[in-house]
C-alpha cells in the first residue's frame, strides 16, 4: 500500500524521497544519496533510465532503441524526439569511424523517418559531417566518445517525463515555489532580506513606508511634481513658485537640498531624469523646456520659446535623445537630441491634446495619452500603433520597473493597469482616491514594482498591492491635495509626495531594519 506523508497526506513517500535522493547528488553529497538509496530501497533513477543508461555506456543501439519503443506513457512527440537524439549518436559514432555507407543508412532509412522535421534532419546531416566543430577529430578517442555519451544521457533526462526521469533539481523547484506562494500572498512584502525556511513567511508592515520621515519645506508655493533618479541617490520636485529643485539621499535616509534651479518664469510642472542620471529636464505650461546638469546645477540647453506648451517629456534610454508632448494639437509629439536638434516629430490638426506620455526602457515603444480618451502605444521603429479607448478623461501614466506594464489615472477616481504586450482585453483596476478635478499622479513601485501608489484630492497617499483593487494603506499627513507621488527605486521602503500644502513628504518604515 502507498505510504503518503503529510497532514493533508499529499505527499507520496517513495517520490519524496526519490527528489531528496537527487537533491543529494546535486548537491555534491553522493555517499549520503548512496547511503539513502540503500537504506530506503528507493533509487534516484528509474528501472527503465538505468536500462537505457546501460545499452548507451556499452554501446547496445539496438537494444537501447527497442526499450525507448517499448517504453509506455510517452507521446509520439517524445519518443521521436528521444529516439532522434539516440540516433544522432549512433550517426556521429560512425561518422567518426569512417563507417560512411553505414552513416548514410542512418541517415536516409532511421533518421528521416522519424517525425522530428525536415529542418531537424538537415540541420543533423550539414552540422555533423563537419568533425572539427564537434571536437570529433581525434579518431576513436574513448574520452572523447565518453562524453558524447554522458551527454546523450543527460539529454535524454530531459527529454524524457516522469516518473522515467525527474526534472533537473525538483525538490529545489518545489521549495521556491512554496516560498513564492508565501510571498504571493504576503500583501506588504517589500524586503529584500532572504525568506527563511524555518517559519512561514508574513509580513506585518514594518518595512513598509507608512510613516513620515521627513518634511521638505523649500518650495515656497505648491508643489506638482516630485520622481526620483533612476540610481534612487536623488529627488527632483518642480513647484508653482517656478522653481525646481534637486535633492540628495543621504545614507542614513534623510534628503537634503542639492540644487534650486531657477530660469522658469512660470510654475514648473514636471520633470524628468535622463536614464544615466547626469540630465534632468524640466518643463511648464506655456513655458520653455530646460536640459539641466545634474552635477552642477546649470542649465544646459532652452527649447522651445514663452508660448510652448509641454506637458510631459520622457528619455531615450541612451540619455541622448527625449520626446516631449504638448497640449496643442498643432505642436503634437517632438523628438530631440541633447544639443537642441529636432529629430522627428508627430503632429497635425487632427491630433489631440498630449496630456502625458512614456517610452519604453527598450526604446522601441511611445506610449502617449490624450485628451480625447485614447492611450496610444506608438512602435517607434515600425510606426505601428495600438490604441486602447478609455470611458472617462485621463490625467497620467507611469511605467512599470520591469517595462511590462503602465498605469493611466482617469477622473472617475479610477487606476487602470494595463500590459504594454497587448495580451489583456480589460484593465486591473484600483479604487478608493479621490479625483474628479486634478491631474493626480501615480506611480508603480516596492520591491518587484509589486505596489502602485497615488496620490489624491482629499490630501492623502494611496498604496494597493497589485494584486488587489482596494488600498493596503492610506497615509495620512498632507493638509491639502497630494499631486504626485514617486517611489525610489533603489530604496523599496522610500516614497515620496507632493501637495498644494507647499510640502513633500518623505515616507519610510515604521520601524527600522535590524
Avoid at 537524439?85 to 533518421?111: A, H, M, P, Y
Avoid at 565518453?146 to 525538483?170: C, G, Q, S, V
Avoid at 518545489?174 to 510571498?183: D, G, N, P, Y
Wanted: a negative charge; glycine letters at 8%.
Amino acid at each position: 500500500m502507498e505510504t503518503n506523508l503529510g497532514s493533508k497526506q499529499l505527499i507520496k513517500k517513495h517520490e519524496f524521497l526519490r527528489v531528496i535522493i537527487q537533491c543529494l547528488y546535486s548537491l555534491g553529497y553522493g555517499k549520503s544519496a548512496v547511503c539513502l538509496e540503500s537504506e530506503s530501497g528507493i533509487a534516484y533513477k528509474s528501472v527503465e533510465f538505468e536500462t537505457l543508461e546501460s545499452h548507451i555506456r556499452y554501446a547496445n543501439w539496438d537494444a537501447c532503441i527497442d526499450t525507448l519503443n517499448t517504453l509506455n506513457g510517452l507521446s509520439s512527440d517524445t519518443r521521436a524526439s528521444a529516439l532522434f537524439l539516440v540516433l544522432k549518436q549512433l550517426f556521429v559514432e560512425n561518422l567518426n569511424r569512417g563507417e560512411d555507407s553505414i552513416t548514410l543508412e542512418i541517415l536516409q532509412k532511421r533518421i528521416s523517418g522519424l517525425e522530428v522535421g525536415r529542418e531537424t534532419v538537415h540541420n543533423l546531416a550539414f552540422g555533423l559531417l563537419a568533425l572539427k566543430e564537434l571536437g570529433l577529430d581525434k579518431g576513436d578517442d574513448p574520452d572523447v566518445v565518453d562524453k558524447f555519451r554522458k551527454d546523450l544521457l543527460m539529454e535524454l533526462e530531459k527529454a524524457l517525463p516522469p516518473p522515467i526521469t525527474l526534472p533537473d533539481r525538483r525538490l529545489e523547484y518545489l521549495v521556491e515555489m512554496a516560498l513564492w506562494s508565501q510571498i504571493d500572498k504576503c500583501v506588504f512584502h517589500n524586503s529584500v532580506d532572504g525568506i527563511s525556511l524555518y517559519e512561514d513567511h508574513h509580513c506585518d508592515g514594518s518595512q513598509f513606508p507608512i510613516k513620515t520621515i521627513q518634511i521638505l519645506t523649500n518650495h515656497i508655493n505648491e508643489v506638482c511634481y516630485v520622481q526620483f533618479s533612476n540610481n534612487g541617490s536623488y529627488l527632483a520636485s518642480s513647484s508653482s513658485d517656478k522653481t525646481a529643485i534637486i535633492w540628495k539621499v543621504l545614507d542614513d535616509g534623510k534628503l537634503t537640498q542639492r540644487h534650486v534651479l531657477r530660469s522658469h518664469q512660470k510654475p514648473v510642472s514636471f520633470v524628468a531624469w535622463s536614464p544615466d542620471d547626469t540630465m534632468l529636464l524640466t518643463c511648464g505650461n506655456i513655458e520653455v523646456l530646460n536640459l539641466w546638469d545634474v552635477e552642477t546645477g546649470t542649465c544646459k540647453h532652452t527649447y522651445g520659446d514663452a508660448g510652448f506648451i509641454i506637458s510631459s517629456c520622457a528619455w531615450f534610454p541612451d540619455s541622448k535623445r527625449f520626446v516631449c508632448g504638448s497640449s496643442d494639437p498643432e505642436k503634437g509629439i517632438y523628438m530631440w537630441d541633447c544639443e537642441g536638434n529636432e529629430i522627428r516629430s508627430w503632429k497635425g490638426m487632427r491630433m489631440p491634446k498630449v496630456l502625458d506620455l512614456a517610452i519604453t526602457a527598450d526604446g522601441e515603444k511611445l506610449i502617449s495619452i490624450f485628451s480625447d480618451r485614447d492611450i496610444r502605444i506608438l512602435n517607434v521603429g515600425t510606426s505601428a500603433e495600438r490604441v486602447i479607448s478609455e470611458a472617462h478623461p485621463l490625467t497620467s501614466l507611469s511605467l512599470s520597473g520591469d517595462g511590462k506594464f503602465f498605469i493611466v489615472n482617469l477622473n472617475s477616481q479610477e487606476i487602470h493597469m494595463w500590459d504594454i504586450a497587448g495580451k489583456w482585453l480589460s484593465p486591473l483596476k484600483f479604487k478608493g482616491h479621490r479625483q474628479d478635478k486634478y491631474g493626480i499622479r501615480s506611480c508603480f513601485g516596492g520591491l518587484d514594482s509589486t505596489f502602485i501608489a497615488s496620490g489624491s484630492e482629499d490630501s492623502k497617499v494611496y498604496i494597493w498591492n497589485r494584486r488587489g483593487s482596494k488600498p493596503i494603506e492610506i497615509l495620512c499627513g498632507h493638509s491639502m491635495t497630494v499631486n504626485c507621488v514617486s517611489w525610489n527605486p533603489k530604496r523599496p521602503q522610500m516614497l515620496a509626495s507632493a501637495s498644494d500644502d507647499q510640502t513633500i513628504r518623505i515616507w519610510g518604515p515604521n520601524v527600522q531594519s535590524r
